[in-house]
């Protein structure tokens, strides 16, 4: 299974300013301010899409813009340690994106803070090999 990020970047081949626009999403300043947003409660596709809109103004209305944005933000945040609070969140500002998901960080059980500690502890050569096997345990390459 391709993880988030390769998924957006495959898909914005296919959509019309799709490299330019995923660029957008993913730059630093946005990921920032999907960030601040996500911590904040906010729906984060919310903040951007303003500056999505007068960038691209003839492609936002397309339904594969409006997926590979959507797929980006969920890709920035989630690499960013935030997982979906709720997938579907009614919002206005920017008629052709109605829709938002929000995030929150998620809570650390004993196993998860177990793990964290485990992987903080490895070497950068321990982590690659680690890294490998667990992709082969999951059934990835």
């Known amino acids: 299974m391709l993880d988030l990020a390769t998924r957006a970047r495959k898909r914005a081949r ?14 630093a300043r946005m990921k920032r301010a999907l960030v601040r947003a996500a911590g904040d409660g906010e729906i984060p596709l919310a ?3 303003p500056e999505i809109a007068a960038s691209f103004p003839s492609a936002v209305g397309d339904m594969r813009v409006r997926q590979l944005v959507g797929l980006a933000v969920n890709a920035v945040l ?3 340690g935030f997982v979906v609070a ?5 919002f206005s500002g920017c008629p052709p994106f109605q829709f938002g998901a929000t995030f929150r ?19 950068p050569e321990e982590a690659e090999s ?4 667990l992709g082969k345990r999951l ?3």
């Open 130 to 133: 680690a890294y490998r096997l």
């Open 14 to 27: 296919h959509v019309p300013d799709g490299e330019a626009i995923l660029d957008l999403v993913t730059s």
């Open 47 to 49: 903040t951007i899409v």
């Open 86 to 90: 709720k997938p579907k969140n009614r």
């Open 78 to 80: 989630i690499e960013a």
């Open 105 to 123: 960080r998620p809570e650390a059980g004993p196993v998860q803070g177990l793990v964290e500690r485990l992987v903080a502890a490895l070497t």
């Open 139 to 141: 059934g990835r390459r």
